[in-house]
């Protein structure tokens, strides 16, 4: 662990977040960015229920989706989505309040795995998520 390091991925997911649109319509809070990592959360609406009455999958997916970003990201190299797939293990209802953790597995020069776990507020796994990114030449700040 690296303060130094830790502190200037904050800055570069603070960047991130000040711009994404989407992430701040979802109503995300960023709670803990290390390097390699990221722990993100929400509150679901009543405008992200589907017609079977639970959560709209690409909800708990773009959650997800995020904190993978703001992990993969937060090196200030611009990284991009290449690969990512998604388990729903339980449901989810208004009002829950959803945590995704993102864990980098593998660091590379041009891609990076990571698996990003979402918990609801009774600390139960509701879905799990893989992605791989791609590694550009660009930076963020």
């Given at each position: 662990m690296n303060p130094e390091k830790d502190k200037f991925a904050q800055e570069v997911v603070a960047h991130l977040m000040?711009?994404?649109?989407?992430?701040q319509w979802l109503g995300i809070e960023v709670l803990d960015v290390k390097e390699g990592y990221s722990k993100i959360k929400m509150t679901i609406r009543e405008e992200m229920i589907n017609g079977f009455g639970i959560v709209h999958g690409g909800i708990a997916f773009s959650l997800a989706d995020s904190a993978f970003a703001f992990a993969c990201?937060?090196?200030?190299?611009?990284?991009?989505?290449?690969?990512?797939?998604?388990?729903?293990?339980?449901?989810?209802?208004?009002?829950?309040?959803?945590?995704?953790?993102?864990?980098?597995?593998?660091?590379?020069?041009?891609?990076?795995?990571?698996?990003?776990?979402?918990?609801?507020?009774?600390?139960?796994?509701?879905?799990?998520?893989?992605?791989?990114?791609?590694?550009?030449?660009?930076k963020h700040l």
């Open positions: 000040k711009n994404d649109l989407f992430s990201n937060n090196r200030n190299v611009l990284s991009v989505a290449l690969d990512t797939a998604i388990n729903f293990l339980k449901p989810v209802h208004v009002g829950d309040m959803l945590t995704a953790e993102a864990k980098e597995i593998h660091n590379g020069k041009s891609t990076g795995l990571y698996h990003i776990s979402i918990s609801n507020q009774k600390d139960h796994v509701v879905a799990i998520f893989k992605g791989t990114c791609f590694r550009t030449d660009k």
